[in-house]
């Protein structure tokens, strides 16, 4: 009886987290020394959002409206300022081998450079370095989402600087609902990504488009096609906005979980179509509201 009594004691106590085990997981946060995140090294972006590991990211927007570059350009930036290494599953991006690769050495060079360029030798570093720091995986063999963040688990295994694995989109995925409803079902999805985001340590992106919008309607947390779960289980959330009929992209956060991290507002970014690079672009448009969820328009700061 004493014996078995020990037993359930224990396993109550290493289900509740003593003072002991706050002040440690406090220590250990401070000690990684970015308690405010980690910036892009873009002025007003970084007003909006910092990233953390072991957080999901969901990002929307239309179609055509920049989100891979965006997402790209985001990456790119934390490789070079943190030395943050990308795991990529990015079906749309085919054939992804040759194509995100042009995109991210567009990025990292600041020029356009055409597909027939790429195997001239004035690039082969620039390509070995892009191909130690960015990693696709081949959707033609996967599409399962557990297989997906089994293999992405493997890398991280093996490349301790990975800090971001990317998934983009959603719809993807070859899905299996066993019975759940579509939204049992994003909650499910999104669980698992954040439990995997938390036991890697690792920021995971997801894209997820959004319903279909009217032209000039503002797409919130609600348009994310499938499930409002998407909004609710994700620690960041932001859209792209292309202005097709000029070079600004509006960059809205949607939602930042943590206040440390960001706040809710939007920016525009100048956006360079040969490099896919953004740029600061002040106008009296700006808005940045320092709350923790969406507010309404009429509850917005002054």
């Known amino acids: 009886m004493g014996n078995n009594l020990k037993i359930v004691e224990n396993e109550i106590e290493n289900k509740v987290f003593t003072k002991s085990d706050l002040m440690k997981q406090l220590s250990d946060y401070l000690a990684k020394g970015k308690a405010k995140g980690y910036e892009i ?45 990308s795991v990529y599953y990015s079906p749309e991006n085919h054939p992804i081998g040759v194509y995100l690769l042009q995109k991210l050495l567009c990025n990292y060079k600041n020029e356009y450079i055409e597909f027939k360029d790429m195997i001239d030798s004035k690039y082969e570093s620039d390509i070995d370095y892009l191909t130690t720091n960015f990693y696709f995986l081949n959707h033609d063999i996967i599409d399962d989402i557990d297989i997906v963040l089994k293999e ?29 409803t579509e939204t049992q079902y994003v909650g499910v999805f999104m ?25 000039g309607e503002k797409i919130t947390g609600n348009s994310i096609y499938g499930s409002y779960n998407f909004f609710a289980k994700t620690d960041y959330a932001y859209v792209v906005h292309r202005h097709f009929d000029s070079e600004i992209v509006d960059f809205e956060t949607l939602k930042i979980k943590q206040k440390n991290l960001g706040s809710i507002g939007k920016y525009p970014l100048q956006y360079d179509w040969k490099s896919g690079n953004y740029s600061d672009s002040f106008s009296e448009s700006n808005e940045l509201i320092d709350s923790l969820e969406p507010v309404k328009d009429s509850e917005k700061k002054k």
């Not at 953390?52 to 990211?57: A, F, M, N």
């Not at 800090?163 to 989109?169: F, R």
Request: hydrophobic letters at 35%; proline letters at 3%.
């Open 41 to 85: 090294g873009l002025g007003c972006t970084d007003n909006l959002i910092r990233f953390e590991t072991g957080k999901v990211c969901v990002i929307t927007g239309i179609p055509q409206s920049g989100k891979t570059e965006l997402l790209n350009f985001f990456n790119m930036r934390l490789n070079q300022l943190h030395e943050w290494r």
């Open 152 to 180: 992405a688990e493997s890398l991280i295994n093996k490349d301790k600087k990975i800090k971001v694995v990317n998934l983009d989109p959603f719809n993807s995925f070859e899905h299996q609902f066993s019975g759940h």
């Open 191 to 215: 669980n698992k990504l954040r439990k995997f985001a938390s036991k890697n340590d690792v920021l995971v992106n997801l894209v997820a488009h959004p319903t279909k919008v009217k032209e």
